[in-house]
Structure formats: structure tokens, C-alpha cells
């Protein structure tokens, strides 16, 4: 693992740990089975706080949203949705992109709370957007546990959100910009850069509290 993930990692923990309840971030929504969740668009942008030491780290360090996660929706041939997302291996063998279905995505064992948010797009936008994905998960890109935004031949789940929208002509971080300054200052984007963006629309939520 990154040493410098580490050193956040105790750092995230340790913040966490001394402003809110651990309990409340091992909620399992096992009941909900989601019935109310309209049906996704292609490119619909779907969030999840996680119950991961890397979700802590995420959240300690945005601070902004209850989201430490992001995956964006895909439509198959078949009209099923599946769900395409960057995010360190846990018991897989490789550490690329995933694609899997909502229930999955979400599923207690890896969320405490999701939620869905869209932005209009075109016909040929949300075209582009479904040949991105599918490159992307056909290339089997690695997670990027550098958070390099400047090297796109790895990807963390916000740099993979925001190169699908930059290749339909939309800057979904509306010119947002978020940054680690220790053990250095690097530029990152966490999912509560992307919900800066004004032109993002509330679908839907869990749990509602």
C-alpha cells in the first residue's frame, strides 16, 4: 500500500474516530430493497459511504459530504444497469475497475448510505459516455493508488467520473478543484468536489435520515 495512504489512513482514523460514533458508519441496510430508486440514465453519477478504512480516509479528509465513493451508472444492450467503479482490491486477485450492479454497489457489507445524482446530458453525450466506460472496463485500468491526476493509465473513482464527462465536452467539476497538502500538496478530487457542481440533480437517496 502507498505509504502515504497509510499515514492518512492513521491520521483519518484517529479524526474520525474522536468527532463521531463508529457505530453510525456500520449501518446495515439490509430492508431496503431500493423500491423507490427511479431508473438510471446512462452516465448518472452514484455515491456511497463506505465502511472501508480508505471510505475513513475520504472522509476525514473532504469533510464536506457523507459520500467517501463514486461510480457512474451504465445501460447494457440488455437495458440492465450496472454500475463501473475505481476502487482498491479487497479479496480480488486484480486491482482494476470494476463494473457490478447496483445491489451489489451498494450492499451492506460496503455502504452505510448512497446516493443518486444526475446531470442532463444528449442523446450523443450519454453515447460517449457508454463507449468510455466500456474501453475502460474491456482495458481492465488499475486502480490508481497514487492519485495522479496528471496520468490517466490508472484511475480512482472521481478521476474515472471525470474523464467519462470531459470526453462528452462537460466539466463535471464545474473548474472545483480540492487538495492534500500533507505529507505533500497534491491536487485530488473527492466526490464532494464533484457535488460543488450546481448543475447536479438529487435523485435519490438512503437512508433518508
Same mark, same amino acid.
Given at each position: ?57 475520504? !472522509?476525514?479528509?473532504?469533510?464536506? *459530504? &457523507?459520500?467517501?465513493?463514486? /461510480? ?6 440488455? +437495458? ?74 490508472? !484511475?480512482?473513482?472521481?478521476?474515472? *467520473? &471525470?474523464?467519462?464527462?470531459? /470526453? ?6 464545474? +473548474? ?34
Amino acid at each position: 500500500m502507498n505509504p502515504i495512504f497509510i499515514i492518512l489512513a492513521m491520521l483519518a482514523f484517529w479524526e474520525i474516530s474522536a468527532v463521531t460514533p463508529l457505530d453510525s458508519f456500520r449501518i446495515a441496510n439490509c430492508d431496503d430493497d431500493f423500491s423507490a430508486l427511479p431508473a438510471l440514465n446512462e452516465g448518472d453519477l452514484v455515491f456511497r459511504r463506505g465502511k472501508s478504512i480508505e471510505s475513513y480516509v475520504v !472522509l476525514a479528509a473532504d469533510g464536506t *459530504v &457523507r459520500y467517501s465513493h463514486i /461510480g457512474i451508472a451504465h445501460i447494457k444492450d440488455d +437495458g440492465g444497469c450496472v454500475i463501473l467503479h475505481a476502487a482498491p482490491a479487497e479479496n480480488e486477485p486484480e486491482n482494476t475497475v470494476k463494473m457490478e450492479p447496483l445491489k451489489e454497489f451498494w450492499h451492506y457489507k460496503h455502504a452505510s448510505a448512497g446516493a443518486v445524482y444526475r446531470i442532463n446530458l444528449k442523446a450523443s453525450q450519454k453515447k460517449k459516455i457508454s463507449g468510455y466506460i466500456d474501453r475502460v472496463h474491456n482495458a481492465r485500468v488499475e486502480f490508481d493508488d497514487a492519485y495522479d491526476l496528471h496520468d490517466s493509465s490508472r !484511475l480512482y473513482c472521481t478521476e474515472l *467520473v &471525470r474523464n467519462a464527462y470531459r /470526453g462528452c465536452g462537460i466539466d463535471i467539476l464545474a +473548474g472545483n478543484m480540492d487538495s492534500l497538502i500533507f505529507p505533500r500538496r497534491i491536487p485530488i478530487i473527492f466526490p464532494g468536489t464533484i457535488l460543488k457542481n450546481s448543475k447536479i440533480q438529487h435523485i435519490y437517496s438512503f437512508p433518508n435520515n
